[in-house]
């Protein structure tokens, strides 16, 4: 069992508003990424940080900005939510030393599902 | 152009049956390919990895297969149970980059009823 933790589970918001998805992992990872995921679609990986003060966009350009101010902390914030927002978003980790494979593996949190009206 | 697609895109088969899911792959170069499960309303779990000298790797009633060389894998489920019902996606990692760029397949629904 992967000790990931996002908040909150659900969320549904009204247009404009500012929101925060938090992502809390306990693993002491590096490397920490959020995704977003559309039914029935594939994940896309909108941010990814390499460590404390690293963060990078992904390949589908979000308007959704990430800090990285601690290791086990990776927050995601929306400052105006609009209904092209909804999705579920995933938070996920993984082990960023050198060695082997199985360390790459990343370990998802629950996801956000998020309603923007 | 880098992409995974898997096939069927739904199943639906009855508790005790076995069943196949299949993945094709494009992604290069290769470093390694995991099938993940996701259950309803949750995140991703791994269930396989396999690199490209494995042709196959077993987790309990699962067992992943890969030819490098056509570059297709399956994952083959054995005496099915109500709590497979989920999401099967299949994630190809390639070596070009220092991220370990992540390929993520659609996904396959599998329903078993009882």
């Known amino acids: 069992e992967a000790d990931i933790y996002q908040t909150p589970r659900y969320l549904v918001i009204g247009t404009g508003k500012k929101i925060t998805l938090e992502c809390s992992q306990t693993?002491?990872?590096?490397?920490m990424y959020w995704y977003q995921q559309d039914p029935g679609m594939e994940l896309h990986l909108i941010h990814y940080?390499?460590?404390?003060?690293?963060?990078e966009k992904g390949d589908l350009s979000s308007e959704s900005t990430v800090s990285r101010i601690r290791t086990e902390h990776f927050p995601l914030t929306l400052e105006s939510a609009r209904p092209s927002h909804t999705s579920q978003y995933l938070c996920?980790?993984?082990?960023?030393?050198?060695?082997?494979?199985?360390?790459?593996?990343?370990?998802f949190g629950p996801g956000t599902r998020l309603l923007v009206l | 152009k880098n992409q995974v697609e898997q096939s069927p895109q739904s199943l639906i088969i009855l508790e005790g049956k076995n069943c196949t899911l299949q993945?094709?792959?494009?992604?290069?170069?290769?470093?390694?390919l995991r099938w993940y499960k996701q259950d309803t309303g949750r995140g991703p779990v791994s269930l396989t990895i396999?690199?490209?000298?494995?042709n196959t790797k077993s987790n309990g009633r699962y067992t992943a297969t890969l030819d490098a060389d056509t570059k297709q894998s399956s994952l083959h489920i054995t005496a099915s149970q109500l709590s497979d019902s989920a999401s099967y996606i299949c994630?190809?990692?390639?070596?070009?980059?220092?991220?370990?760029?992540?390929?993520f397949g659609r996904g396959t629904q599998l329903t078993v009823w009882p």
């Open positions: 996920a980790s993984s082990f960023g030393g050198l060695a082997g494979i199985n360390q790459e593996t990343q370990y």
């Open positions: 693993m002491g990872h590096d490397k």
């Open positions: 940080s390499y460590g404390v003060n690293s963060t």
């Open positions: 993945c094709n792959y494009t992604v290069s170069p290769f470093s390694n």
């Open positions: 396999m690199t490209f000298s494995e």
């Open positions: 994630v190809v990692s390639d070596r070009g980059s220092t991220l370990g760029r992540l390929y």
